[in-house]
């Protein structure tokens, strides 16, 4: 999406008028983002709101390197990445010696395809992941990190973000199964 400079100049001047423009034209998106590190709707709302906060009161930050919105979005990972830790109750307890990631299924379920998911069924799903397992997989898989990364933002070790992320990609494997399990039930009922 491209954004009028004058909606940023707009914003860093405190113009409401600029900040509801922004708003308008990147809640959407960034909600999107929200909801995948957030447990339900509420919760990546709260998330917004705070980020937009956050972003209104330090736009003067952004360089105009790089895209605004690339700017915003990582606005938005690390406000839900500190949201998390924040409101975390249980703390990542899980670490191996090693880890093969590309042993991420069980021999029988290797050979069961999926049919395709909608984005927002697939969104829901992350959601039902356990916080650990939701912020590893959306941080690898989204957002690009390395392992390394992931450990150093979350305060883990790389295995037990490696393993967050085995265990995150098996649960998502066994709801998308039971899903279209659960159609094919449906498909054959009618």
């Known amino acids: 999406m491209l954004i009028d400079d004058s909606i940023i100049e707009g914003c860093v001047a405190g113009k409401r008028s600029a900040q509801s423009a922004l708003y308008r034209k990147f809640s959407a998106v ?8 957030a447990q339900n709707r509420d919760e990546a709302e709260d998330i917004l709101q705070e980020a937009f906060l956050k972003i209104f009161q330090n736009i003067s930050s952004y360089r105009k390197e790089g895209s605004f919105e690339g700017w915003m979005k990582r606005v938005m990972i690390n406000h839900a990445l500190n949201y998390y830790r924040k409101n975390r109750k249980i703390p ?10 590309t042993e991420i299924m069980d021999n029988e379920e290797q ?43 979350l305060n883990i070790s790389e295995n037990t973000s490696k393993t967050q992320l085995l265990k995150a990609r098996r649960m998502l494997r066994k709801k998308l199964f039971d899903l279209n399990l659960m159609k094919n039930i449906a498909t054959v009922n009618e």
């Open 111 to 153: 050979s069961v395809t999926h049919a395709p998911v909608s984005a927002e069924k697939l969104i829901a799903l992350i959601q039902l992941l356990p916080p650990g397992y939701r912020m590893v997989f959306n941080m690898y898989v989204f957002e690009e990190y390395s392992h390394k990364e992931i450990a150093e933002a």
């Open 92 to 101: 990542f307890h899980e670490d191996i010696s090693s880890i093969n990631e």
């Open 30 to 37: 960034m909600l999107a983002v929200c909801l995948r590190y």
